[in-house]
């Protein structure tokens, strides 16, 4: 895969070879000579992932990557620190900016294209979902970004997968403070542990007994509860081949024994951090599909989704031999309660009918508010008999009981006529069945309203 990649170094033939490295390997670089130039260039999104040097005049590298961190616009692109300094304390201080790896030159060329690949194919996975989410900040669901900037990555759930008690034990003391940690000995279990433990974070160490820790990597990887769980390895010194092909099969971070335990604990929180907002990215795209194809006043689902199911369930219909009824349902002189009362008691009264509605009906019954006062029900497996009762159901809960208004303080009565259809079959469509469940309500309504009326086809 290719990336957009940004070399950011203050001395020219430091650039000049970054930039000959990557081109080579099919990337398009884009160069800068100090760090408010690098802003520039990842505030107009004009690049994938930044490899940044640390000693700059003006700004230094970690301050640079502080601010990008600290942007709802650019926190997301992946940051690599590119830098002579190579004590463990450089290393956490660029984890703590906000960096996602940490790079001592002399740089080896595989190790930063594999790097450069993942962080590159990671950042892309999440693209879509945070571009959905700028999307909805416009439309006040919650700010998933600000709240991803702000997140410490502390008290997340840590699943370490290793066989040996002096390591486990180590690792387990050092991220003790900022982590709960839950420690798998059996590489066969982990994967069954991490499917069921909504861990942040699955840290595997590479020197598992008789077992390829490799093979539980691209095993996480295939799982759908675990496919955007982050995985950190935990390498030898020698292990430079095996993590470079972690990194192909979708690991996410490694840490090279001896273990830093200040180094370990900052990637850790990097990644729960990630894992974080990668989640608060889904659950927003989720609010925002459930906005469009729901009805926000009522919780019913809307004319769109109505629109979007009814020809595939009037084809299973089709398809078995099975019958398929439709109402129409209309509220009595819906507009003199909101002419009598203000619009606030007109939205109590839909309120409170949706949940009598939806009270009336069966799971597999697809309820609906068209707009106003009007609403649908699409019926599954059920006849021209059934549906009148069920109608008649809906009319007689809606009867029964007063409906409260301008919160409680008062209540009125509320009726509600309804009309009802039938699907003939293959010679049948959507716009016909409604048409003529819509045929039947106005009868109803002629005939004085409060009643039910079925369709003579």
């Known amino acids: 895969m290719t990336a957009r990649v940004l070399v950011v170094d203050d001395i020219p033939a430091n650039r000049k ?17 100090d760090g ?34 600290t942007d709802p ?15 463990p304390a450089d290393r956490v201080r660029g984890l703590e900016a906000g960096a ?48 991803a900037v702000s997140d410490p990555g502390m008290d997340g759930r840590v699943l370490l997968v290793d066989d040996r008690e002096n390591s486990w034990r180590r690792i387990a003391a050092a991220l003790a403070a ?36 490799l093979r539980l990597c691209a095993q996480l990887r295939s799982l759908e509860r675990t496919r955007m769980t982050p995985v950190v ?12 092909r972690g990194l192909e099969v979708g690991v996410n971070d490694y840490v090279v024994r001896p273990l830093d335990p200040a180094e370990l604990t900052a990637r850790i929180r ?14 927003n795209l989720q609010a925002s599909m459930e906005l469009a194809i729901t009805d926000g006043l009522t919780g019913l689902h809307n004319r769109r989704y109505m629109e979007m199911h009814l020809q595939s369930l009037l084809d299973q219909a089709t398809g078995r031999g099975r019958p398929l009824s439709a109402l129409v349902v209309d509220i009595d002189f819906f507009k003199s309660v909101n002419d009598s009362y203000g619009h606030d008691a007109g939205d109590d ?46 009319r007689s809960k809606t009867a029964a009981a007063p409906f409260a208004i301008s919160g409680g303080q008062r209540s009125i009565e509320v009726t509600v006529s309804i009309g009802v259809a039938s699907f003939l079959g293959a010679e049948d469509d959507a716009a016909a069945l409604l048409k003529r469940a819509d045929l039947a309500l106005y009868r109803a309504k002629a005939a004085g309203r409060n009643r039910v009326v079925a369709d003579a086809a």
């Open 178 to 213: 900022s982590q709960t940690v839950d420690v798998e000995t059996s590489p066969q279990e982990a994967l069954f542990r991490a499917a069921e433990g909504d861990y942040d974070v699955v840290l595997v160490s590479l020197s598992l007994d008789g077992f390829d820790a």
């Open 17 to 33: 070879l970054l930039e000959v490295r990557l081109t080579a390997e099919y990337f398009e670089v884009t160069t800068a000579s």
């Open 270 to 283: 990097t990644q729960v951090r990630r894992k974080r907002y990668t989640a608060q990215l889904r659950s």
């Open 349 to 394: 009264v839909l309120r409170e009918f949706s949940r009598r509605l939806k009270a009336s009906v069966r799971g597999i019954d697809l309820a609906c508010r068209l707009g106003g006062e009007e609403f649908v029900v699409i019926m599954p497996e059920t006849d021209a008999a059934v549906a009148q009762i069920v109608a008649e159901r809906i």
């Open 233 to 244: 390895l935990i390498a030898g010194p020698d292990d430079n081949a095996r993590v470079l």
């Open 73 to 87: 616009k650019t926190h997301h692109i992946p940051v690599i620190i590119v830098t002579a300094l190579d004590q």
């Open 100 to 147: 996602d790896d940490f790079l001592t030159k002399p740089v080896v060329d595989v190790a930063l294209f594999a790097r450069v690949r993942s962080l590159a194919r990671l950042k892309m996975l999440g693209d879509e979902l945070r571009l959905r989410a700028q999307t909805t900040r416009e439309i006040g669901l919650s700010d998933a970004l600000m709240e």
């Open 36 to 69: 408010f130039q690098a802003l520039e260039v990842c505030a107009r999104a004009q690049c994938d992932i930044v490899l940044l040097d640390v000693m700059m005049p003006g700004m230094d590298g970690f301050e640079v990557c502080r601010r990008l961190k």
